[in-house]
């Protein structure tokens, strides 16, 4: 899923995209099927497994993390 990297001061993002295909009606169910809290939380979720990683290989100090998820028709 990593496109690139994309080189920040003082960090270093990388992106991550998941390609979403179907009509324009099945994507807008998706986003109503799942709105911003449900969002939210697969976010959080995924942010505290990426710190657990992180963190079992003593790289928090210098790694963090924040996740986005976007509605699908925003892509």
């Given amino acids: 899923l990593v496109q690139d990297n994309v ?3 003082p960090r270093q993002r990388i ?3 998941l390609d979403v295909e179907g009509d324009s ?3 807008a169910a998706v986003d109503d099927a799942v709105g911003a809290p ?3 939380r697969i976010a ?3 942010e505290d497994r990426l710190n657990d990683h992180l963190a079992d ?3 928090t100090d210098v790694v963090g993390t924040t996740v986005i998820v976007t509605p699908v028709q925003f892509r």
């Fill in 7 to 9: 080189p920040g001061a």
């Fill in 15 to 17: 992106d991550a995209r």
């Fill in 25 to 27: 009606s099945a994507l």
């Fill in 38 to 40: 449900e969002r939210a």
């Fill in 44 to 46: 959080d979720a995924t």
């Fill in 57 to 59: 290989r003593e790289l």
